[in-house]
């Protein structure tokens, strides 16, 4: 890492892992593989802004909560960000890699292991709504391709879709990630 820390995918240690790193490894990792409209990618770390601002709409949750959502995505930092059908094929190898590092992850900034099936739900269909937004707005779906996929969209000022669906700069996307989890992390 940037850090100078070196993380162990096999098994990741709490004390290596560095918001710093997260922050700035996803404001680089494409979603969509890339395949998205703009001057710039749509980042997994813009991603992560959005899913954080849908499911505080859909619930009112304390900040370990919101924590918990910005932090979903947070091991591509280290593996990248693949599309589902490919995790599917890959099957359940990638799937524990992952849930190692989120827990290591979680553990490093005082959240418990793993959420709660609640929690789980939430950020789900958080993601889900993020996802129809991106598809529709950025990758090239139609709304009833996006619907058949991801559900019904959520709903979101015109302020909020302009901005978090506009893609960002790589060093912008860091920047308010980075800021959003001091302001959660610190209360």
């Not at 599917?88 to 418990?112: C, M, Q, S, W």
């Amino acid at each position: 890492m940037l850090s100078g820390r070196r993380l162990d995918l096999l098994d990741p240690s709490p004390l290596d892992v560095e918001m710093e790193d997260i922050a700035h490894g996803l404001a680089r990792v494409a979603r969509w593989n890339g395949q998205t409209i703009g001057a710039h990618i749509f980042s997994v770390a813009q991603h992560c802004l959005l899913v954080e601002t849908i499911a505080r709409q859909r619930s009112r949750l304390d900040r370990q909560g919101r924590l918990a959502v910005l932090l979903h995505d947070a091991p591509e930092y280290v593996i990248g960000d693949m599309i589902s059908p490919f995790k599917a094929v890959i099957g359940d190898n990638y799937k524990a890699v992952e849930t190692r590092l989120l827990t290591a992850i979680h553990i490093r900034f005082g959240l418990p292991p793993a959420p709660s099936a609640e929690l789980l739900a939430l950020i789900k269909a958080a993601d889900q709504g993020a996802a129809y937004l991106e598809a529709t707005r950025l990758a090239g779906f139609t709304a009833a391709e996006a619907r058949r996929f991801f559900g019904k969209p959520p709903a979101l000022s015109a302020a909020a879709l302009r901005d978090y669906l506009t893609p960002w700069p790589a060093g912008i996307a860091e920047d308010r990630y980075l800021e959003r989890f001091t302001r959660l992390f610190r209360g």
